[in-house]
């Protein structure tokens, strides 16, 4: 543990922001120090710690050793993650997976030219559903990689439905086809479409005077989000949404399935079932706090993946204590 807590702040105070303070306060070697927002600081319900403009962050470089980015990754991360990384030491969960390459190099820039390191894209997925896939690939080359996404509520699927005229809200959920993960875990291999491998569920409650069945059409033909897969459509009153479907449950399977040496047919797999997504997500967050700042303490510079960060450094046990405890 360090002789000293980590200095932590959070840029953006959303739910995953919230998330991340929380936890915070479950390490003893850490310690919130600030939050940045681009709120008031009035507007924030929490009174814990300083809250601090966004545009005002520079100010504030010597007061942190790890700045936790918790913006969108459509709009915030790709401006605001360069703009801090010249600054601080940071770790963001950025999920824009066709984006990343692109994303990397512009951290990498301008983390080398501050001195600083930035880890991107951490979380469950991106994050350690890729480290799973990765340990897949490489122990058993001669097979196939199936990631199941689910049971699950999507924000951004979530969010398309509201926006669908006469829609006054609304959720979605992703949910895996059981027989193609049974046969995935049976070791057969098989080449599955996107229909094949799952299926969305939507809560919606109409506007008055909407149109149910124009409503149906609208979303279960919507292009990139629900026209490829088998979709159903649910209406419901506004109680029932608030009372049944106010959480983020979230998770998923990676799973592959191959040969070893002997033509011995074996199967990994990787779960998690999640109660909160932002909640598990700044939980990874944080525990990648605390390998950036033993990279960045260990004069390291630049970007990272996941890919790049040993296990051993997310914990706040020693290398030693790890080897006899948990190896």
């Given at each position: ?204 409650v109409l506007q008055p005077d909407a149109d149910a069945q124009q ?27 608030q009372r049944e479907h106010s959480g983020m449950p979230h998770g ?75 190896l």
């Amino acid at each position: 543990m360090a002789s000293s807590p980590i200095r932590i702040g959070i840029a953006g105070y959303g739910n995953l922001g919230r998330g991340a303070q929380a936890a915070i306060a479950q390490h003893p070697d850490m310690q919130l120090v600030g939050i940045f927002s681009r709120r008031a600081p009035a507007a924030l319900a929490q009174s814990a710690v300083p809250v601090w403009p966004l545009d005002e962050a520079a100010a504030h470089r010597d007061d942190i050793d790890v700045l936790i980015l918790c913006g969108g990754s459509k709009e915030d991360l790709p401006v605001q993650g360069p703009r801090l990384a010249q600054w601080f030491t940071t770790v963001d969960s950025f999920d824009t997976h066709a984006r990343i390459p692109e994303y990397f190099d512009a951290l990498d820039h301008a983390a080398r030219a501050g001195g600083q390191v930035s880890i991107l894209a951490v979380g469950w997925d991106p994050g350690l559903f890729s480290i799973n896939r990765l340990m897949g690939e490489a122990i058993l080359p001669q097979g196939g990689t199936y990631t199941f996404w689910g049971k699950g509520l999507s924000q951004g699927h979530s969010d398309a439905i509201r926006r669908v005229p006469g829609v006054a809200a609304g959720v979605q959920y992703t949910i895996p086809v059981d027989q193609a993960v049974q046969r995935v875990r049976a070791g057969e291999q098989p080449r599955l479409g996107t229909r094949e491998k799952h299926t969305r569920v939507c809560y919606v409650v109409l506007q008055p005077d909407a149109d149910a069945q124009q409503v149906r059409q609208a979303i279960t033909s919507m292009p990139d989000y629900f026209a490829d897969y088998d979709t159903t459509v649910h209406f419901i009153d506004a109680d029932t949404l608030q009372r049944e479907h106010s959480g983020m449950p979230h998770g998923g399977f990676v799973i592959r399935s191959g040969v070893s040496g002997q033509d011995d047919a074996q199967v990994m797999e990787y779960s998690l079932k999640l109660a909160s997504n932002p909640g598990f997500t700044s939980s990874v967050l944080v525990a990648y706090a605390r390998a950036a700042w033993r990279l960045k303490q260990a004069g390291e510079t630049g970007a990272r993946s996941v890919f790049d960060v040993a296990p051993g450094l997310l914990s706040p046990k020693s290398a030693a204590d790890l080897r006899r405890e948990l190896l």
